[in-house]
T-cell receptor, first 115, second 113 residues
């Protein structure tokens, strides 16, 4: 079974600085999708960024970018120019190509932005 | 686009009663809906996967007779917590697969007293 591990329960960063959240996963599949979701205090899950495993280029969405290392099974999220609104729980998630399209979530990282 | 509307956003019920949570896909057809449970400060735990017109597939350890899932149409999936007890108090979230990933409902906070 696939597993997703986020080893940082909490992270903090100064406003306008850069922070990187770590995520590793375990799978025997060669093709899959990886996601980062944000859950602010409202608890609404918001898609931050996604990466297709077959694409070598790292995904980027404005201030958010990933470092996808397929061989190392690592998928870290970098947030540049951190803003107060970035404070939230961040979940890394995996979805295989085959089967029921289930998302497997990591444990989450709580990000605090210090003004 | 691709909005899932979840209701109610919060509910308080007495122990022993049943509660129904609805998730509607507003601008797309959701053939598959996923139901999650989230405890405070924890991750989302998949409870079951529902497919329109067929029986839901429950994850190991989830009581199918307690958590009844119905997906009668392409725009509506429901989760009924039957004979609720205080230990069923939690945050429940539905999600549907869309082209770019998944879209989530806003969640339901259930408190059983």
């Amino acid at each position: 079974a696939q597993t997703v591990t986020q080893s940082q329960p909490e992270m903090s960063v100064q406003e306008a600085e850069t922070v990187t959240l770590s995520c590793t996963y375990d799978t025997s599949e060669s093709d899959y999708y990886l996601f980062w979701y944000k859950q602010p205090p409202s608890r609404q899950m918001i898609l931050v960024i996604r990466q297709e495993a077959y694409k070598q280029q790292n995904a980027t969405e404005n201030r958010f970018s990933v470092n996808f290392q397929k061989a190392a099974k690592s998928f870290s999220l970098k947030i540049s120019d951190s803003q107060l609104g970035d404070a939230a729980m961040y979940f890394c998630a995996y979805r295989g190509i085959q089967g029921a399209q289930k998302l497997v979530f990591g444990q989450g990282t709580r990000l605090t932005i210090n003004p | 686009g691709a909005v899932v509307s979840q209701h109610p956003s919060w509910v308080i019920c007495k122990s022993g009663t049943s509660v129904k949570i609805e998730c509607r896909s507003l601008d797309f057809q959701a053939t598959t809906m996923f139901w999650y449970r989230q405890f405070p400060k924890q991750s989302l735990m998949l409870m079951a996967t529902s497919n329109e017109g067929s029986k839901a597939t429950y994850e190991q350890g989830v009581e199918k007779d307690k958590f009844l899932i119905n997906h009668a149409s392409l725009t509506l999936s429901t989760l009924t917590v039957t004979s609720a007890h205080p230990e069923d108090s939690s945050f429940y979230i539905c999600s549907a697969a869309v082209n770019y990933g998944y879209t989530f409902g806003s969640g339901t906070r259930l408190t059983v007293v």
